[in-house]
């Protein structure tokens, strides 16, 4: 299994400013994900990331916008830039340690509000 | 990826099986059946996969069809807790084949 603790919890943002998530997981990982859940929607993959790689975007999501770094195998950060009331969602940390039955796991979450 | 379809929402008794079915008629042969529920508030939570032999764990029983079209989560004795957001999800069985999320069914437990 893997633990993972996103930061912050939630937070609530003036449009146009920019905030950096955090994902720590408790054993090293290969695959992390970012996922953002928009109210009362299911989940929408932003991108993953490799350590040692460029993070892989889905279609709809850029660099840009969503900025990801990788620098080792249990830490990652999600930022979104300039931020505008459509940013408003819950945005997640996944993992997916490798292991046989190939399991995700995911954190519980960022609660981002933009006024 | 394979596609699933799942009723957007159900009820069940409190103490009942629940029973929540998934189409899923393009998956390849190579393509588990995954489950997950995300309860309000938290992370999605893995519950359950199976390739196409019926699966059981200490959460809920996975039924597959023999022609693996379909399957079935069974929630074998539904309480308040189970009341969630379920999940359905193909995928194959390797870490670089990431979870992709449908619409799920919202599944209401009633006392």
């Known amino acids: 299994s893997a633990v993972i603790s996103q930061k912050p919890s939630r937070d609530i943002c003036q449009r146009g400013t920019s905030l950096t998530i955090q994902c720590q997981v408790d054993?090293?990982?290969?695959?992390m994900f970012w996922y953002r859940q928009q109210p009362g929607q299911s989940l929408t993959l932003i991108a993953t990331?490799?350590?040692?790689?460029?993070?892989?975007?889905e279609s709809g999501f850029v660099i840009d916008k969503f900025p990801i770094s990788r620098p080792n195998l249990t830490f990652s950060t999600l930022t979104v830039s300039n931020m505008s009331p459509e940013d408003s969602s819950i945005y997640l940390c996944?993992?997916?340690?490798?292991?046989?039955?190939?399991?995700?796991?995911f954190g519980a979450g960022t609660r981002l509000s933009v006024l | 990826d394979a596609k699933t379809t799942q009723p957007p929402s159900m009820d069940c008794a409190e103490g009942r099986a629940a029973n929540l079915p998934c189409n899923h008629s393009t998956i390849s042969g190579n393509e588990y059946v995954y489950w997950y529920r995300q309860i309000h508030s938290q992370g999605p939570q893995y519950i359950i996969h199976?390739?196409?032999n019926n699966e059981t764990n200490e959460m809920a029983s996975l039924i597959i069809t023999e022609d693996r079209k379909s399957s079935t989560l069974i929630l074998p004795h539904a309480t308040l807790r189970d009341t969630a957001v379920y999940y359905c999800?193909?995928?194959?069985?390797?870490?670089?084949?990431?979870?992709?999320f449908g619409p799920g069914t919202s599944l209401s437990v009633i006392p």
């Open positions: 996944s993992v997916a340690p490798g292991q046989a039955k190939n399991i995700q796991y």
């Open positions: 990331a490799n350590q040692g790689s460029e993070a892989t975007y």
């Open positions: 199976g390739l196409k």
């Open positions: 054993s090293q990982v290969t695959m």
């Open positions: 999800i193909v995928r194959r069985q390797t870490s670089y084949d990431k979870v992709i």
